[in-house]
Each structure stands twice: as structure tokens, then as C-alpha cells.
């Protein structure tokens, strides 16, 4: 196999990368943000339940949490879809980046600051409709680096998932290995196309926020 | 006799350490101006956000034309969109921009249709002079601009009356006539307000009443000019003194 080829078979790998790191950033969103919000605006017992979802979820390795919902949930007790490879890894990356993503708009809700709170409530908005239209617009600005980082994070977590034999960038680097008994030029390529799927979005989206943050005195 | 607008009754404030506001009662009626000094830490601001339901009072009574609105179950929001409140540190949504700032609570508070909130918008703008400044965002426009935005949120609201809680305190001294002036119209206008300030120029034109205000607690209230000739207690009077004397200096 000439590396040209080599490097398309590795390639091939690359949409589901995409998918499961897509899917469980979009998860994590979907978690982390309403957990962000109660954790800060919520009593106590939320707080603690919060504090522990997080403490968990960031505690336990990823692969513990991806073999167990595999295993575990999905073969064992035949839940679906996670007797589904696929399904278990990147439902499991998304319970972990929900606890990452709390944290990160935890820390831009301070970032916006509760001046805004206090001024759109003045203009009787409720408290929902002041989170939505006044609090997550701006914590989405002061989140977007941070938001970046995870991004990576997700992309290059989602490599565990060639343990479980979903066919995605780094099982196809193994089976390249395998099958060439070449075991330096498969790992250069795929750690190439690592780099690729995640230097340039989370750097740009490193500058976008901190330009935004800027120009609106953020 | 004109109505009045709102009122409060022996009301407290009291933190965990500190007593803000000791009951204090005052009324404002339609049309009229009063103006809060006194020096900083006495609980102007407290009392403020107190009137304007932004914060709970321990005790005592807020009315608003006649409904009181410390009894448990008043819909709060609601009072709220009805109380123009302009902040000291103006607190304009940074997201949006002026025109945005001041439609948020039209769209969303009052729920009116996306034209008429944008032509209520741009005559609430038009009346602080900030209808070019439409399309500029907090960050692009000076200290001054932005208050003048701040008043136009409160405004286009159509409140029965506005609180200023300082709201030239934390700008820069040649940017505070621009705002002064935006009042003055306002108050040409028979606009009701309650104004916590300490220019002293502007208070003796527009203020009906000022009240010297002095450890949560009502020291003395009467017209400027009293304050500006014979203030009765101690206290306001060296607090004026002080006052007058860095205003000449300026």
C-alpha cells in the first residue's frame, strides 16, 4: 500500500470522529448549560446535586464510563441504543463534557455578572426570559474559548472508541498497522489529521471569543 | 391634588449586619421631582431598589399608584415593567445595541408586534438625542451616550415614574451636562421622578422637594432652596457645605 492510500484508508475514519465528537459536544451543550443555570440560580439541594453530578462524572475515566454504558447498560441489560458501540461511546462523552460544559458557563454566568440580572429584571422581565434573551447570549461569547478546548478534548477522546471496534479514525489506524506491520507511519498520519481536526477550530474560536469579548467590553 | 404616584410606609431594610434603610415613609405625586443626597454608604441605593421592587423589603409598605406591592402574591413583574429605573453604573445590555437595549422589554415584557416596538424604540431614542447611536453597542459609545440609553430603556417603557439611582456618579465630569440636560427635558415635561444625585446646580432647578438622607434614615426633606439658605439639622447643613464647595471648585 503506497502512504497515499494509506492515508485515504485512515481518512475514512474521519466522519465518525466527527459524528461521535458533534453528537456529544451537542449533548454536553444540552446539559451543561441548564446545569450552569440551576447550579447558579437554584437552591441549595440543586447546587449539591449539581456539584455531584460533576464530581462523578469528571472522577470516573471516560473509558470506565464508555464500557460500562457498552457493557454494562447496553449488552447486559439490553438497553438500546447502547448495545450499539457508537451509541455508548458518544453518549458517555456527552455525560462527561455536560459536567465540563456546566463548568464553563458557570464561570461565564459570573463572567456577564449579576448587574445584568438585576437590570433586565428592572424592565420586568421574569427570571427565564431574562437567561435567555440577557444571560446565555453573553455567556455564550465568554464561553466560546473554553467551549473550543472542549471541542478538542471531545475530538481526541473520541479515540477510545476503537477499543470498542467502532470503525473511526484510530481503528482504522490500528487495523492499517495490522495489516501493513508498518507501526510508525500509521500513527504519524492519524496524530496529522488529529492535529487538523482540532488546532485550527479551537484556536479560531480562542480569538473570535476574546475579539467579541473586546469589542462588546465584555 | 394630584394623585399619588408611589409611596412608602415605614419602611426597613436590614442585612444580616447592617440596617440600610430605617423606616422610612415618603410619597411622590404626579408629575412632582424629588431628589435623595446624602453621603455614600447612608442607603440611598437600597432605598431605591426597594421602591422599585428590585429588592425585598424587611419591612413596611410599597405602594404604586394606590396597590400595594409588598403583599405576598403581587405580581411583581408586571409593577416592574410600569418602574423606569436607571442604574449609576448604567448596566446596558453589552450584547446589544442601543436600539436593541432599549426594545428588549417592549418585545418581550410588553409583546408588542416587532414595528411598533422599533418606532417606540426610536422615539424613546429620539427623546435622549441617541437616535443616530441606534446601531452602536454599548462598548462604541461614550459614558454619557450610554446613560442617555439607559434613560431611553427606562422611557419607552411609558413608566408612570422613573429612578435614577446617581446616574451621573460614575461618569466622566464633562460628560455629566449631556445627561443633566436629558433630565431637564424630562422634567419639563412633567415626567415623575425620584432622583438620587448630587449635583446640586441641577437639584435647585428641577427638584420640587430634596430629601437629605443620612444612615438609612430621613434627616430632612424640604424645597432646594431651604437647602441652599438655611438647611434646619447639622448634619445636611456641613453635607451641603462640603457639596457646594467642591461643585465651585470644579
Wanted: with cysteine; hydrophobic share 45%; proline share 5%.
Amino acid at each position: 500500500m503506497d502512504p497515499l492510500s494509506q492515508l485515504s484508508f485512515i481518512l475514512w475514519g474521519v466522519p465518525t470522529t466527527l459524528a461521535i465528537s458533534i453528537l456529544s459536544f451537542l449533548s454536553g451543550l444540552a446539559l451543561g448549560i441548564p446545569l450552569a443555570f440551576i447550579r447558579v440560580y437554584m437552591g441549595k439541594p440543586f447546587q449539591v446535586m449539581v456539584d455531584l453530578y460533576e464530581k462523578i462524572l469528571r472522577g470516573v475515566p471516560e473509558i470506565v464510563m464508555m464500557l460500562l454504558l457498552y457493557f454494562g447498560v447496553g449488552l447486559a441489560l439490553g438497553l438500546k441504543p447502547f448495545d450499539e458501540a457508537f451509541f455508548a461511546v458518544t453518549f458517555a462523552l456527552g455525560l462527561r463534557s455536560g459536567a465540563n460544559q456546566s463548568q464553563i458557563f458557570r464561570g461565564a454566568i459570573r463572567g456577564v455578572g449579576e448587574s445584568q440580572m438585576i437590570a433586565a429584571r428592572s424592565l420586568g422581565l421574569p427570571t427565564s426570559q431574562a437567561i435567555i434573551h440577557v444571560m446565555i447570549p453573553q455567556t455564550f461569547i465568554i464561553a466560546t474559548p473554553g467551549l473550543g478546548s472542549e471541542y478538542a478534548l471531545l475530538i481526541k477522546d473520541s479515540a477510545y472508541a476503537f477499543i470498542l471496534g467502532v470503525l473511526e479514525t484510530m481503528k482504522r489506524t490500528d487495523i492499517l498497522r495490522m495489516t501493513t506491520f508498518d507501526t510508525v507511519f500509521p500513527y504519524f498520519a492519524s496524530a496529522f489529521i488529529y492535529i487538523l481536526l482540532t488546532f485550527p477550530l479551537a484556536t479560531y474560536l480562542d480569538m473570535w471569543g476574546s475579539r467579541k469579548r473586546k469589542e462588546l467590553g465584555l | 391634588m394630584a394623585d399619588t404616584v408611589m409611596e412608602c410606609r415605614n419602611l426597613w431594610k436590614i442585612y444580616e449586619k447592617i440596617t440600610a434603610v430605617k423606616d422610612v415613609s415618603l410619597e411622590i405625586k404626579e408629575g412632582e421631582i424629588k431628589l435623595l443626597f446624602g453621603p455614600s454608604g447612608s442607603g440611598k441605593s437600597t432605598l431605591a431598589r426597594c421602591l422599585a421592587l428590585l429588592t425585598t423589603p424587611t419591612k413596611g409598605d410599597v405602594f404604586h399608584r394606590g396597590e400595594c406591592l409588598t403583599r405576598p402574591g403581587v405580581n411583581l413583574n408586571k409593577a416592574r415593567a410600569r418602574i423606569g429605573f436607571v442604574f449609576q453604573h448604567i448596566w446596558l445590555f453589552h450584547h446589544l445595541t442601543a436600539l436593541g437595549n432599549v426594545e428588549l422589554g417592549l418585545r418581550r415584557v410588553l409583546k408588542l408586534p416587532k414595528k411598533e416596538a422599533r418606532e417606540r424604540a426610536t422615539k424613546a431614542l429620539r427623546e435622549v438625542k441617541m437616535e443616530e447611536w441606534a446601531n452602536h453597542y454599548p462598548a462604541q459609545l461614550s459614558g454619557g451616550q450610554q446613560q442617555r440609553v439607559g434613560i431611553a430603556r427606562a422611557l419607552a417603557m411609558d413608566p408612570y415614574i422613573i429612578i435614577l439611582d446617581e446616574p451621573t456618579s460614575a461618569l466622566d465630569p464633562e460628560l455629566i451636562g449631556e445627561v443633566t440636560d436629558t433630565l431637564r427635558a424630562l422634567a419639563k415635561k412633567g415626567t415623575t421622578m425620584f432622583i438620587i444625585s448630587h449635583e446640586m446646580q441641577f437639584a435647585r432647578e428641577v427638584a420640587d422637594e430634596m430629601i437629605f438622607f443620612n444612615q438609612g434614615m430621613i434627616v430632612e426633606e424640604g424645597p432646594p432652596e431651604r437647602f441652599f439658605t438655611k438647611p434646619s439639622s447639622d448634619r445636611a447643613k456641613r453635607f451641603m457645605e462640603r457639596l457646594i464647595k467642591r461643585t465651585t471648585k470644579e
